[in-house]
């Protein structure tokens, strides 16, 4: 099938053609694809009697659960568009948020507070005990993800297609295949996860969500479902691969057949171990943003021969550009911009914010980085969060990358702080596991860094310095410590 069709159409699809079947498992219970189907369809009913509509934009603050999914089957079978947020999303910005998005009501459990009427997935059954299949309904917009990007303003990224399915090809773009079992244990309110599971739930794949991360629990959920396919983030990569070699080797993961990283940089040792733990075809990494003007791809095999690299582009057309606008040769660093292909509509739309652009259609999510003469690119960092020491560019992901190669190191983060001597020194923020200390990391670093890229100061924290999906807020957490500099 290639024709495109409504999600919700989709989804009766494979209701009738695998009805007793799998389709989404948490850790409470597993829906069939006849129940998933059938539940929506009530689900959907609700969602009309509390007043949404075609077009809505319907904010969602569930956590990763069967709920969460029969909830966006709902609302695209009513017509409406999901616009995932976190469950934990302090009520300030969640009401920013659902003010962008004009959303009608929201779908959330008691997690967030808000004037706006509340409803979550049993209170949406209660109000229909009606299964029975709705008229086609496609959703104007398919996804409307939030992105605080470097600055910490909120933005929604509207798809620029509407709610269909296209199956072209064999895979999707996250190569799923009908009979894939899929382990999701990343967000499912970030576009990653989000665009995965349900690409994959598309072409009939069984997906398995965990309700958060942690890391022999990943691995238990690939040991019990035999899982062929597995998301992650490096963060995620690096509690698992730190677990004590006796507990790895509890489970058996040689189901895996397809294991994607993506979301942040990763660092080369953490890679390499992973390539060497599964195979190099085996790991994945994408690189792309949630507006999809282009997308890099690269295999484990690739990356051995281009170490460090995200890879070439597949879809769409990138570019290093220097400070005026220039297009950079091979090896030299810039600003990467991105330009859809030049037949496509556009992939997306922001709502709270305007895309940074050059002429000719060239749009920049704000990373740095490099393509070399065979066209593979390497990312630095983000153009916002360079660092200026004493006249030189500092990246915060090299030093990040450094520091988590320590074992006791579980997670970091790099800022510049403003000096009067060198315009910033480097700061960086630990969150360590037992026994780390400053001297540990500063004797570590020396043989791994220029003296200049080494951090002047120190802090050791307890809470997690990234999000569920990896990404880090280094502008949040600058103003954060400039704030407690201050004088009162």
């Not at 659902?98 to 959330?108: H, V």
């Not at 990653?192 to 990943?218: C, I």
Request: glycine share 10%; with cysteine; aromatic share 6%.
């Amino acid at each position: 099938m290639d024709t495109p069709i409504s999600i919700g159409a989709r989804l009766t699809q494979l209701a009738a053609e695998r009805p007793g079947r799998p389709a989404v498992s948490d850790d409470h219970r597993t829906v069939t694809w006849r129940e998933l189907d059938r539940r929506s369809n009530r689900i959907a009913r609700g969602l009309e009697a509390a007043g949404v509509k075609l077009g809505d934009l319907v904010t969602i603050g569930l956590p990763n659960s069967v709920d969460f999914v029969e909830a966006c089957y709902g609302l695209w079978k009513v017509g409406a568009t999901p616009q995932p947020i976190s469950y934990r999303l302090p009520a300030a910005e969640a009401e920013a948020v659902m003010d962008l998005a004009q959303t009608p009501i929201l779908l959330a459990g008691d997690t967030i507070e808000s004037s706006r009427p509340r409803y979550d997935v049993p209170a949406l059954l209660a109000l229909s005990d009606d299964d029975s299949p709705l008229p086609d309904r496609t959703a104007p917009i398919y996804k409307a993800p939030t992105s605080g990007g470097s600055t910490g303003r909120p933005k929604l990224i509207l798809s620029g297609g509407p709610g269909v399915v296209s199956l072209e090809g064999e895979t999707g773009p996250y190569r799923t295949r009908p009979d894939d079992v899929m382990v999701m244990p990343g967000p499912l309110y970030h576009n990653g996860p989000f665009t995965s599971g349900f690409g994959g739930l598309s072409r009939g794949a069984h997906l398995v969500v965990l309700p958060r991360f942690d890391a022999e629990r990943t691995l238990e959920a690939v040991h019990r479902h035999r899982a062929t396919w597995l998301y992650l983030v490096p963060t995620m990569m690096s509690r698992i691969w730190r677990l004590p070699e006796d507990v790895r080797a509890k489970y058996e993961v040689g189901s895996l057949e397809t294991v994607w990283h993506l979301a942040a940089p990763c660092p080369p040792w953490l890679k390499e171990a992973w390539i060497g733990w599964l195979g190099p075809e085996v790991i994945l990494e994408l690189y792309a943003g949630t507006e999809a003007q282009a997308v890099t791809i690269i295999t484990g095999t690739e990356w051995l021969e281009h170490r460090g690299s995200v890879g070439r582009v597949t879809v769409g057309e990138m570019q290093a550009f220097d400070a005026n606008g220039v297009p950079l040769p091979a090896g030299e660093i810039g600003e990467i911009f991105m330009r859809r292909p030049a037949d496509a509509p556009p992939s997306y739309q922001y709502r709270g914010a305007t895309p940074r652009t050059l002429p000719g259609g060239w749009e920049s999510l704000g990373d740095i980085g490099s393509f070399d003469a065979d066209g593979y690119l390497y990312l630095a960092d983000r153009r916002t969060d360079m660092i200026l020491v004493g006249g030189s560019n500092v990246y915060p992901a090299e030093i990040e990358s450094a520091l988590d190669e320590h074992p006791l190191v579980q997670s970091s983060a790099v800022i510049g702080l403003p000096d009067e001597d060198l315009g910033s020194t480097i700061h960086a923020i630990v969150q360590p596991r037992e026994g780390l200390s400053e001297a540990d990391l500063r004797e570590h670093l020396k043989g791994l860094l220029v003296p200049y890229k080494q951090p002047r100061t120190y802090e050791f924290v307890t809470e997690n310095i990234r999000d569920d999906a990896g990404k880090v807020r280094r502008t949040q957490l600058r103003e954060e410590r400039l704030a407690a500099r201050a004088p009162n």
